[in-house]
């Protein structure tokens, strides 16, 4: 199983990126897939949530109106594009997939990719 993350970097304020998760080894079109994000000494923020049944979307109150969660099941890949960035989306961005069958918990993560926004 491998969740692949790219497109992270440097961008100006207000500027945009749009990350990429390429999967591999699972059925990736039963998961939900989510975006999270994390900053040194803090716990994981869920930003963006993409559902296998109904393909809802979520977002956290902070990127709402800023980003966007797709997906493409014929490629495996989970999308983020992030406009309007701010200094405070700051972080390494992970993909998480997630699948409950018959109660048991099964799900990935990939290995993470950088966001720096700053002037």
């Known amino acids: 199983v491998q969740l692949v993350e790219s497109g992270g970097g440097l961008v100006q304020p207000g500027g945009s990126l749009r990350l990429s998760c390429a999967a591999s080894?699972?059925?990736?079109?039963?998961?939900?897939m989510s975006w999270y994000r994390q900053t040194p000494g803090k716990e994981h923020e869920l930003v963006a949530i993409?559902?296998?049944?109904?393909?809802?979307?979520n977002y956290a109150d902070s990127v709402k109106g800023r980003f966007t969660i797709s997906r493409d099941n014929a490629k495996n890949t989970v999308y983020l594009q992030m406009n309007s960035l701010k200094p405070e989306d700051t972080a390494v961005y992970y993909c998480?997939?997630?699948?409950?069958?018959?109660?048991?918990?099964?799900?990935?993560w990939g290995q993470g990719t950088q966001v720096t926004v700053s002037s």
């Open positions: 993409s559902t296998s049944v109904g393909g809802s979307t």
């Open positions: 998480y997939a997630l699948r409950w069958i018959f109660g048991v918990r099964r799900d990935y």
């Open positions: 080894g699972f059925t990736f079109s039963m998961y939900d």
